[in-house]
């Protein structure tokens, strides 16, 4: 179903520390993206009628879609019903390798499910004291001194979902609220099949996310050798087809860094996007 729609820079000590910091704390805050854990929400079904429940899996782990490192937090989670009003999740827990919750779908149409993390990380030195900092824009000022040396600043917008159809699909979730990267498919993601092309369409802050790397990953890989990862490459206008070439669940993840910072004092934005697709039989 269509929708249409090699210098080496020397710097001193302190500061290479602080870099290292920083760093290491940005990668742990975009765990979505590290190429040894995945982060992901499987859901116990994509396809059903209205007045069903679901229950969603959230982890992070080594392998697709098994629980055997970390579970993925939920404060940052938001399910969308079909006519763009917040629909609460139920029965939420979090254990020691995985993060669980219910959705009730009384509603006919697409849901999303969507966690979504923004946020500064700094590094910086007061009275030649290293700190390291964690929040938002919005607290930046009040709570990072004036008086801060060596300062270092990145920021992060991370983007992970997954997509429930109750009875007939809909649109209306897919409506891009222009921040960050965001998928606004040509293809229903609750409408793919092994053997068809979908088309999807990437946003980066509104406009065209031209010649972006997606990595498309099927589940099972405790189970085979090789990941038999699929990467491609978005057109100028954010699009790409993806060839399924069997049933299951797919994990797909892309992101770029940026100098696009919402505060000035940032030196960079790290912006990834992560999505769980089933794809059925013919």
Request: a neutral charge; hydrophobic letters at 40%.
């Amino acid at each position: 179903m269509n929708m249409n729609i090699a210098t080496r820079t020397i710097f001193p000590r302190s500061t290479r520390r602080l870099t290292q910091v920083l760093g290491a704390g940005l990668a742990l805050s975009l765990s979505f993206t590290a190429q040894a854990h995945k982060a992901w929400m499987l859901p116990s079904a994509t396809v059903t009628t209205t007045g069903q429940w679901i229950t969603v899996d959230a982890a992070v782990s080594n392998d697709l879609f098994y629980f055997n490192h970390v579970p993925l937090r939920l404060d940052s989670l938001v399910v969308t019903a079909p006519d763009g009003s917040t629909v609460t999740p139920e029965n939420l827990g979090t254990g020691k390798y995985r993060s669980v919750f219910d959705v009730h779908l009384a509603q006919n149409g697409t849901y999303k499910v969507a966690i979504v993390n923004r946020g500064l990380f700094a590094g910086y030195e007061v009275d030649g004291v290293q700190k390291r900092w964690r929040g938002t824009a919005e607290r930046f000022v009040a709570e990072v001194p004036a008086n801060a040396t060596n300062l270092q600043v990145s920021e992060s917008h991370s983007r992970l979902e997954t997509f429930v159809t109750a009875g007939a699909p809909t649109e209306r979730v897919f409506t891009a609220t222009n921040t960050g990267l965001e998928l606004v498919p040509v293809t229903h993601p609750n409408d793919l099949y092994a053997g068809e092309a979908a088309r999807f369409r990437f946003l980066i802050d509104g406009r065209p996310a031209a010649d972006l790397e997606v990595s498309v990953v099927p589940g099972g890989t405790r189970y085979r050798d090789q990941q038999d990862e699929m990467t491609l490459r978005t057109d100028a206008k954010g699009e790409l087809s993806i060839a399924w070439p069997q049933p299951g669940m797919y994990w797909l993840e892309t992101g770029i860094q940026d100098d696009k910072t919402s505060i000035p004092q940032a030196q960079r934005r790290r912006v990834s996007y992560v999505a769980t697709f089933e794809v059925l039989p013919q």
